[in-house]
């Protein structure tokens, strides 16, 4: 009995070494997925996807058949670069070269066409993406050029924080858009603004309805403002950005206008009771208007700063 | 002695042939993208692209190849949005392949048809003229490839809500030596 326990282990070893295994071969491989469609993007079910190594690299030749939905995957394939190229119900695709990198999960679709259109000489199909150039000999690997492992495998990690900034920047952008319109509106029905009455007359000194709409637009800015600076603060920040361009005034700004959006409503809070008491703003209270002449300037700037250059193409002559 | 000489003659040009092949090295580049919106015209920029070429037998192969990250509109924020649009950290590099006549190489205008590789897509372009300007050793190339969003599935930029237009010309300007 005490002799089985070597063999136990040899056993135990063996199994991990099978399940282990193929998770490594994995680890280094990818699989390439796409769909067969023809030039109205329907859908080519059944249609024959061959896919080879190209010359120099580990022969590797693969044939597949594409799904009901025109769908087609080629797991465990080793990087380097390929043919592609697909044909089914009369019709077939260029012969078509692809790099397999790193990434996981590749996607290349497949476009296939009658065999006549193919053959048309390529300058009656203009632009892209048309027939595949003649298979050169002895083609350069990215290798060759002396780019890094590093420079040249995906990274989609970082691609999903791109993914996520994007989203996170783009509802900033509308928000801080749509902010603009209430800011306005606040900035003009401010108690000193100029309106005119109902009969016509400029109302120098503020009214209860004129404090109250111009309070209640004050607040909207203020809630816009603050959902739309969440997301421009949460957003994912990208490594080894060296920030440069419009995009460090924007940000540069927000120290202006971000703090001008805190003490514009709370001199505009304290100066709002002073009129409701009956008084004359005073104090800090009284410093209101500026802040928020101040924060509007900023806040503008900041939309500028981000578009710069502006280019008015309808400005221009033809 | 005479039959052996023959021979050599004969042999001779089928040898240097044989050995005539010639490789490209691209010494300084200058790739730019120009991107139309109603509020902006933006060209972006990168000078990072290496590429080489080899002719054998009375055809050349070449490769260019650079970091879609390389490429500068002039503000991060911008190109940011531009690399994730062209899903540029899954797919870093762009990369262009081409194959001509080694004649073509000494034309004053080289009709190529390229194929190219960004965000995880691959399209040809068929007779794009390049002009070639000839130095020496070096050769000077530039042209300009009539490349869209739409051809690699690139979901157009935006800005303030209106996306830039689906043409993404790139200007190429390249100097090559033989080597």
């Known amino acids: 009995m005490p002799l089985q326990a070597p063999k136990i282990l040899f056993a135990l070893r063996l199994l991990m070494l099978c399940i282990l295994l193929p998770l490594v071969a994995a680890a280094q491989t990818a699989t390439l997925s796409g769909t067969a469609t023809d030039a109205k993007g329907k859908p080519i079910a059944n249609a024959s996807v061959s896919i080879t190594a190209a010359a120099g690299t580990e022969s590797v030749s693969v044939n597949v058949h594409t799904d ?251 | 002695m005479k039959s052996r000489l023959l021979l050599a003659f004969v042999l001779l040009p089928v040898a240097v042939e044989a050995q005539a092949d010639t490789q490209w090295l691209l010494d300084q580049s200058t790739l ?36 879609v990250k390389s490429f500068d509109s002039g503000d991060t924020n911008r190109d940011l949005h531009m690399l994730d649009a062209t899903r540029g950290a899954q797919f870093p590099m762009v990369v262009v392949r081409t194959s001509f006549s080694e004649a073509a190489t000494t034309a004053p205008t080289i009709d190529a048809d390229l194929e190219i590789q960004l965000a995880g897509q691959t399209a040809h372009y068929s007779h794009v003229v390049f002009q070639r300007v000839s130095d020496g050793n070096s050769v000077r190339i530039t042209g300009t490839i009539p490349a869209t969003c739409s051809d690699f599935k690139i979901d157009r930029p935006s800005f303030l809500t209106v996306p830039i237009k689906n043409e993404i010309p790139v200007k190429v300007e390249m100097t090559w030596h033989k080597m």
């Open chain 2, 32 to 67: 730019s993208y120009h991107m139309s919106h109603p509020m902006h015209q933006v060209d972006g920029v990168s000078h990072a692209a290496k590429g080489k070429g080899t002719c054998h037998a009375g055809q050349c192969s070449f490769l260019i190849a650079a970091p």
């Open chain 1, 68 to 318: 009901a939905e025109g769908n087609y995957s080629i797991p465990n394939l080793a990087q380097g670069d390929y043919s592609i190229s697909a044909s089914g119900e009369g019709l077939a695709s260029k012969a078509i070269k692809v790099t397999i990198t790193s990434v996981a999960h590749q996607t290349l679709d497949l476009l296939l066409t009658a065999e006549l259109e193919q053959q048309k000489p390529a300058q009656e199909l203009p632009n892209a993406p048309t027939a595949a150039p003649p298979p050169a000999p002895a083609s350069p690997s990215l290798e060759d050029l002396g780019f890094s492992s590093q420079q040249t495998q995906g990274n989609a990690q970082l691609q999903a924080t791109l993914e996520k900034r994007t989203r996170m920047l783009k509802i900033h952008q509308k928000l801080g858009l749509i902010t603009t319109i209430p800011m306005v509106a606040a900035v003009i029905t401010g108690p000193m603004a100029k309106a005119k009455g109902k009969n016509g007359e400029v109302i120098k000194e503020p009214t209860t309805a004129n404090l109250d709409v111009h309070a209640a637009l004050g607040g909207v800015t203020a809630a816009l403002y603050f959902t739309s600076a969440y997301f421009a603060i949460a957003a994912p920040r990208v490594p080894d950005t060296h920030k440069h361009g419009g995009i460090r005034w924007h940000e540069a700004l927000a120290f202006v206008h971000g703090p001008g959006m805190i003490l514009t409503p709370i001199s505009g809070a304290m100066a709002y009771n002073q009129e409701n008491n009956g008084q004359k703003p005073t104090g800090f209270a009284a410093q209101h208007g500026t802040i928020a002449y101040v924060t509007a300037a900023a806040y503008g700037a900041a939309i500028v700063a981000v578009s710069w250059p502006i280019h008015w193409k309808f400005w221009e002559k033809k």
